[in-house]
């Protein structure tokens, strides 16, 4: 096995690993790195060129993961693609939105490269898409060797995966984004036990102990303590969200806390992307087994702000 990873900088950015298992070549994730621009913002995909790439596989939807996709589906035309059956239901909502921010930022900052792909590109992507439920073994061949691929829940958001690759005799779990705690609108990760000769995880939070007596409860009750106590003394407050995953939860906690009168009386506005992807939550929810989506509650009271 020959791993390279393709991620510039490191840290969090343009996530991408080139994988070779035998004569199979696999891209795992195709991401944008959110802070810089242009050419430099996708993975180096130099280690590629000239080699022919058997599959794409994608952990979840999040743009440092999915920013580049169109970009390398482009450049190998042949390659699978595949992701679990919920990241397909989002990700060509995700990806027209990227194309919409580049279209804004070409004029905006003069970046001549973007947009990287267009609304047309992502359409056609999507018909080369091929939702892997969770649990579900399923085979790849190269021209002499195969590999099989089994997707676990990650937890981390919908549909986000760990993957587990075999190859011969040896088997390999790329964790992707993981988180093992339970949140209001997803569950945890479930992954494998058992025995992996490599693993490869991020370690976003990795090498740092949570400090003592942070707990996810005590940290929810004292963000609604901090808006109640800034609403009463006549302020607003604003919370900043990444749109997927984190705008659904932050408004489910805000949704029960109000259920159960624990938030002061105050109109909730949120807008964009965030509450599209509320009502995929809801269609994701109702359609896929693979993940333990907990509806977001009614969105009563929360008024969406065109955005
Ligand atoms: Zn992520």
Known sequence: MKLIDLNRDGGIGANSLFVQLGDLNILVDCGLHPKKAGRRATPDFSPLRGRHLDLIVI?????????????????????????????????ERMLHNSANVMM????????????LF????????GKRFIPLPFGQAKKFRGARDE???????????AGAV????????????????????????????????????????????????????KTRGAEMARLVAAINDCIQRGGSFLIPV??????????????DARRFRRLV???????????????????????????????????????????
């Open 59 to 91: 952990t979840h939807c999040h743009l440092d993961h999915i920013g580049s996709l169109p970009v390398a589906m482009r450049d190998h035309p042949s390659a699978a693609v595949v992701m679990s059956s919920s990241s397909a239901m989002l990700i």
């Open 242 to 255: 990444f749109a997927l995953g984190r705008m659904q939860e932050v408004l489910a906690i805000l949704h």
């Open 162 to 213: 760990g993957v587990e690759i075999r190859h011969k005799h040896r088997a390999i779990f790329f964790t992707g984004d993981v988180l093992f705690e339970d949140q209001r609108t997803l569950a945890g990760a479930k992954f494998p036990a058992g025995h992996f000769d490599t693993l490869v995880t991020e370690t976003t939070r990795g090498g740092t102990d949570r400090p003592a007596g």
């Open 147 to 157: 590999i099989e691929i089994v997707f676990h829940g990650a937890g981390h958001v």
């Open 118 to 125: 267009t609304h047309e590109e992502i359409e056609r992507c």
């Open 265 to 307: 009386e105050c109109p909730i506005y949120a807008s964009g992307l965030g509450m599209d992807i509320v009502d995929y939550f809801d269609q994701i929810s109702n359609a896929s087994d693979d993940v333990e989506l907990h509806r977001i509650g009614e969105r009563y009271g929360i008024r969406v702000v065109p955005g």
């Open 104 to 115: 804004r930022q070409k004029e905006e900052d003069n970046i001549p490269d973007y947009p």
